[in-house]
Structures are given as C-alpha cells and as structure tokens.
C-alpha cells in the first residue's frame, strides 16, 4: 500500500482511504459501511430500470482495497446489500465474487437495517455488531454509547466551498468518541454532513474528513462552523 495518512483514534492509528474505506493495520482488517450490492436490480424491479453494473463496480473497488492494503479480514458495517431480497435477484457472477472474496479475506458481516443477515449466504461471519480493542463496530452509532465506536449508515459526505471551488466528497464524519464511515457502494447517494441526522450523534462539535493528494484534510462541523470553508478550515490532519 502506498502511502497514507494515518488518523488517531481511540488510542489506536488507522488509515483512511480516499476509496471511502477505512484501514486497521493492527488487525489487517479492511473496514467499509453500506455496499448497497444490488441496488440497481432493486429499482429495475420496481419499474426504473438502471444498467445492472453496481454490485460488479463495488466489489471491484473493494477487492483492489483489499490486495493494496494486503487485508487479511474485512468488516462490512451494515447495509451490504440493498434491501432482504437480494439473494433472488442478485446474478451468479456476482454471487461467484463474492465467494472469491470470503476465500481469500475473512468477511464479517454486520447487519444494517436494509440487509438484516442476508450477507451470511456469501460466506464469512454474521454478527449484530462487533468489539475489538474496546471499540464498538456496529451499523448506525448509537448516541447512549460509552465507549469509542465506528459505525455508517448516514453516507456522510461533504459540501463546501473552498478557496471559489464547489467541493462535494464522501467523507468520514468523527470526534474523539464516534466515527461514522462514508457509503463506501457505488450506487448511493450521501447525506450532508452537516445535517441535524449526522450532527445529534455529537454531542459538540466534529469533524469532517477525506484524503486527498496523500493528506487527511479536516473541516469543522457543528458548534456554529461556518458554510464557507476557507484555506484555513481543511487542514492535514497530524
């Protein structure tokens, strides 16, 4: 893997990824949030036909992440596939991919509230959440917990102006307690990060975040952090 930035949290050093992905070299673990596989098919069969590429272009991204980062796991923090029905829809080859993938990378699926356990049809783990290192792995961040904790489900992502230039990424949202991950499937859209949804499960203000160029820049959310961003709110992060 090439070099990246790393982000302090909960005592522990990460990578995030510009791919929306989050890496975890203590564990090897390769760490994504709401996949949506199948989503295309779910709208096509509910009479808005969309080309049936979003499932083959996600698990591309996530097996290049997974060979560069050399992941010998990876976590799927809910919402993998688009709704229950998936395993009727969801074509052979994809279904062949996967199964490659669960050989070659243990996958643990956390369930989400689209996907319930249907990941389990395609090998790995299934597990309502997960706690490594006394972090919380779970599909949406609940406000009552304690302790540090990495969730999805918001598809965060980030609008601003910077420097003239209209910026909207994907993007990771966090304090020093929660991080909530981007929608990491090719086919979904992304709620702003500044949003009331996002911005209740921080008790103060946070931060959004996103590589680029090989840096982790930073943005302040809530606590009143202004519309505009200048030079000086995207910051590389230490």
């Known amino acids: 893997m090439s070099a990246a930035p790393a982000l302090e949290f909960a005592g522990h050093s990460f990578v995030p990824l510009a791919d929306r992905a989050l890496f975890w070299p203590r564990h090897g673990a390769l760490i994504v949030a709401d996949l ?51 395993a009727t829809r969801i074509a052979a080859a994809v279904a062949a991919r996967l199964d490659k993938l669960a050989a070659a990378a243990r996958i643990l699926w956390i369930a989400g509230n689209h996907d319930g356990l249907s990941g389990g049809a395609w090998g790995g ?13 779970r599909h949406q961040s ?12 918001f598809h965060p992502k980030l609008r601003r102006t910077v420097r003239g230039r209209s910026v909207a990424r994907p993007c990771f949202a966090g304090d020093a ?60 992060a230490r």
């Open 36 to 86: 949506h596989l199948e989503k295309a098919s779910w709208y096509a069969a509910h009479g808005q036909p969309l080309p049936p590429y979003d499932s083959h272009d996600t698990l591309d991204r996530l097996a290049r992440l997974a060979t560069g980062t050399g992941a010998r796991a990876i976590w799927c923090l809910g919402d993998s596939f688009h709704d229950r029905d998936a």
């Open 125 to 137: 783990e299934v597990a309502d959440e997960l706690i490594v290192d006394g972090v919380v792995l």
């Open 142 to 153: 609940e406000r009552t917990e304690r302790r540090p904790e990495i969730s999805g489900h």
């Open 177 to 236: 307690q929660r991080l909530i991950l981007p929608a990491f499937g090719s086919l979904t859209g992304g709620l702003d990060v500044d949003a009331a949804a996002i911005a209740e499960n921080f008790p103060r203000e946070y931060r959004a975040m996103l590589v680029a160029n090989g840096r982790l820049l930073t943005f302040p959310c809530g606590g009143g952090a202004a519309d505009d961003a200048t030079a000086s709110a995207a910051t590389a």
